[in-house]
């Protein structure tokens, strides 16, 4: 069952998320961590150009660890770049290859949304072409909107969708994302599990430019010793009862937290969890949701 886990790998680049407090890891501990993913079961790695030095650091581990021709990785291309350009997105994807040293991506996905608009117009016949060419297994977008999922759902040649789910943030599922997915038979990976570590917090820990999502932290507290549940266990029985067909890309500061994650992930589904949270958090500001509003 861990195999439904994915390891992100923002955090191997740079510093990623509100409750990150040990930084950017030194190789030796991003050795460790994926050390610890890989005796887990866990097969699968998120990554992206945009995530600094990520790839890089994932293709020294890998090769350290001897596993680059069995690690299956996700990668994405860096948003900025002309995607109607097959030239620049060759050159792009095969310096991807290269930093991760690895014969091939397991999946390479569109990271902006918007990008869906110009599939028509070259973006898909250049993608369509990675896979020809063997140097990409399957095709993917990163969503931010379900809008956007469903279109991308909706998409020939899309076989995978990325897309923010929590027990916060419910906006997926209640636009039957998830549904549709299934019936398209297309992947879904989902990310921000714990909301960038704000799921995790304790009430007290909250930054001062945060003190606004307090209320909703307190729910949280209040609903894990009713339950006598941690945090953990809350934010991914959750995930795992809602939408089992589902991977879940979760990010990681210590090969503890690993461990943590696929013992939580391996218990069995907390169907009641689900009427529990759905009650809970039903109605939040955007402002919680959207980590882009969080200091404005």
Not at 178 to 186: H, I, Q, S, T
Not at 244 to 249: C, T, Y
Not at 276 to 286: Q, Y
């Amino acid at each position: 069952m861990s195999s439904f886990l994915v390891l992100g790998t923002a955090q191997l680049g740079f510093p990623y998320g509100i409750a990150n407090k040990t930084g950017q890891p030194e190789l030796a501990l991003a050795i460790e961590i994926i050390q610890t993913s890989w005796n887990k079961g866990i097969r699968e790695f998120d990554t992206a150009q945009d995530y600094g030095e990520s790839e890089k650091v994932l293709g020294v581990v890998f090769a350290e660890l001897g596993i680059s021709d069995e690690a299956r990785v996700i990668s994405k291309i860096n948003p900025a770049l002309d995607h109607c350009d097959p030239q620049a997105m060759s050159r792009a994807l095969d310096a991807t290859l290269e930093k991760l040293g690895v014969p091939s991506l397991f999946g390479l996905m569109l990271h902006d949304e918007n990008l869906l608009s110009q599939w028509p117009h070259g973006v898909g016949d250049i993608m369509r072409s990675f896979i020809a060419s063997g140097k990409v297994k399957n095709i993917g977008v990163s969503v931010y909107s379900p809008e956007r999922a469903l279109d991308a759902l909706n998409t020939e040649g899309i076989d995978l969708i990325q897309v923010p789910s929590n027990i916060l943030d419910r906006r997926f599922e209640k636009k039957g994302v998830f549904e549709l997915a299934a019936k398209k038979n297309k992947q879904v990976y989902i990310r921000s599990a714990f909301l960038q570590g704000l799921v995790l917090m304790e009430p007290e820990d909250l930054p001062e430019y945060m003190l606004f999502a307090k209320p909703v932290l307190d729910r949280i507290k209040s609903l894990v010793d009713t339950l006598n549940i941690t945090r953990h266990e809350l934010a991914l029985g959750y995930l795992k009862a809602k939408v089992p067909d589902a991977k879940l890309i979760v990010g990681v500061e210590t090969p503890a937290q690993i461990a943590e994650n696929v013992n939580c992930w391996m218990k069995n589904p907390l169907t009641s969890l689900i009427e529990r949270v759905e009650e809970s958090f039903e109605h939040l500001d955007e402002r919680v949701l959207n980590p882009s509003l969080w200091r404005t």
